[in-house]
């Protein structure tokens, strides 16, 4: 199984990128695909996750109304928009994929994970 991360960078704050994670060796659209992030001497925090078929989301609260996550099954990829972005969002950001049907937002709960994307994010 590989979940690879791409799209980071560096941003202005106020500005947008958008992450996407391509995910190989698995049955993608019978997981649950998840994105979460860690910040330097902090720990790894939920963003966001969806559920196989799309229907369910569910985000960190401090992302809410500013990220948004999709995926493309057909493409077994899994996206996370980021708008409005500002310089506490930096981070890596990492996607992941659980077994488990129901949306999750722990970290343990996850079976498999990305290596990581950077995105650094100027005031």
């Known amino acids: 199984v590989q979940l690879q991360a791409s799209g980071g960078g560096l941003v202005q704050a106020g500005g947008s990128l958008r992450l996407s994670c391509a995910a190989s060796?698995?049955?993608?659209?019978?997981?649950?695909m998840g994105w979460f992030r860690q910040a330097p001497g902090k720990e790894r925090e939920f963003v966001a996750a969806?559920?196989?078929?799309?229907?369910?989301?569910s985000y960190g609260d401090s992302v809410k109304g500013r990220f948004f996550i999709s995926r493309d099954n057909a493409k077994n990829t899994v996206y996370l928009q980021m708008n409005s972005l500002k310089p506490e969002d930096a981070a890596v950001y990492y996607c992941?994929?659980?077994?488990?049907?129901?949306?999750?937002?722990?970290?343990?709960?996850?079976?498999?994970w990305g290596q990581g994307t950077k995105v650094t994010v100027s005031s």
């Open positions: 992941a994929a659980t077994t488990r049907p129901d949306v999750n937002t722990t970290i343990r709960l996850y079976n498999y």
């Open positions: 060796g698995l049955a993608f659209r019978r997981y649950v």
């Open positions: 969806m559920s196989w078929s799309g229907e369910t989301t």
